[in-house]
């Protein structure tokens, strides 16, 4: 098991960047992919980014791809969300999600362990 906290979230206005970051309890951070996930109001949980535990492979939605960057830092027991040219519909809670061995990266229920969350508003 592996303990996770989100920071970063906040309001920004269209057009401006955040960046979150997802700290990650234990010695074995380097054993665990993770992914990023978001909620907006009213709807489902929904695949954001992913990145494996190396860092070497990376794997975005078509909806983020090019606007936002993944990466980690293991050193640092880190995992962190460059989001830029943001917009209203990136409104959502944003969740970290980690797991040892990743089926299908995009799947919520391949990832067993999950943070709590950070709110993102984007307004326009």
């Known amino acids: 098991q592996v303990q996770l906290v989100e920071s970063g979230g906040g309001l920004v206005q269209a057009g401006g960047s955040l960046r979150l970051s997802c700290a990650a309890s234990g010695r074995t951070f380097s054993t665990y992919f993770m992914g990023w996930f978001r909620q907006p109001p009213g709807k489902e949980r929904e695949f954001v980014a992913a990145i494996s535990w190396s860092g070497t492979s990376t794997y975005y939605s078509d909806s983020v791809k090019g606007r936002f960057t993944i990466s980690r830092d293991n050193a640092k027991n880190t995992v962190y969300l460059q989001m830029n040219s943001l917009k209203p519909e990136d409104t959502a809670v944003y969740y970290c999600?980690?797991?040892?061995?990743?089926?299908?990266?995009?799947?919520?229920?391949?990832?067993?362990?999950w943070g709590q969350g950070t709110q993102v508003t984007v307004s326009s």
């Open positions: 999600a980690a797991t040892k061995e990743v089926v299908t990266v995009r799947l919520i229920r391949s990832y067993e362990n």
